[in-house]
């Protein structure tokens, strides 16, 4: 097998935060300076991408790396003390893993078909299905041990 060959099946697939493209990004090349092919987004950020009804099965599907998603609300004071934590992770740990938040009061329909009962819950996904979750705030030490064990082997 030729390097190119290596490199391409190498290739990591991300889905764009903006229009939700699937997009190849090489492994021999920095993904945090990825762009979206269709639309020239920046696949990455460094902040978690708000995910509702209509673009969560896109970006957990489409993106092949660990996705960790903050399922939370504007009225949960513990969702809120959690929130910088989160965003401080995303700036951490992309482009290895993707972060997510979902606003389970705007998007009641992701919450009851993933049984959120309690918030925050962070629920960890690999190849499109829940690999596991956790329910309670974090501080980011703790978010951070969290999530690096969390996805391991996703």
């Given amino acids: 097998m030729t390097a190119a060959a290596d490199a391409t099946s190498a290739a990591r697939q991300i889905a764009c935060p903006k229009c939700l493209a699937a997009n ?3 492994a021999d ?3 945090e300076k990825a762009r979206c092919g269709a639309c020239g987004t920046p696949l990455f950020d460094g902040h978690p991408v708000e995910a509702t ?3 969560f099965d896109a970006l957990i ?3 092949h790396i660990p996705v960790v998603v903050d399922f939370w609300a504007p009225w949960c004071g513990p969702c809120r003390m959690m929130a910088p934590a989160y965003e401080q992770a995303a700036a951490q740990l992309e482009p290895q893993v993707r972060l997510l938040k979902v606003d389970t009061q705007a998007n009641p329909g992701l919450a009851a078909r993933y049984g959120i009962r309690s918030i925050p819950t962070l629920a ?3 190849g ?3 690999l596991t979750r956790q329910s309670g705030a ?3 030490p703790q978010l951070l041990r969290w999530i690096e064990a969390a996805t391991a082997y996703a």
Avoid: Y
């Fill in 24 to 26: 190849r990004v090489p």
């Fill in 29 to 31: 090349r920095p993904a």
């Fill in 53 to 55: 009804e209509a673009t």
């Fill in 61 to 63: 599907s489409r993106t």
């Fill in 124 to 126: 960890v996904f690999g």
């Fill in 128 to 130: 499109g299905q829940e």
């Fill in 138 to 140: 974090m501080p980011l």
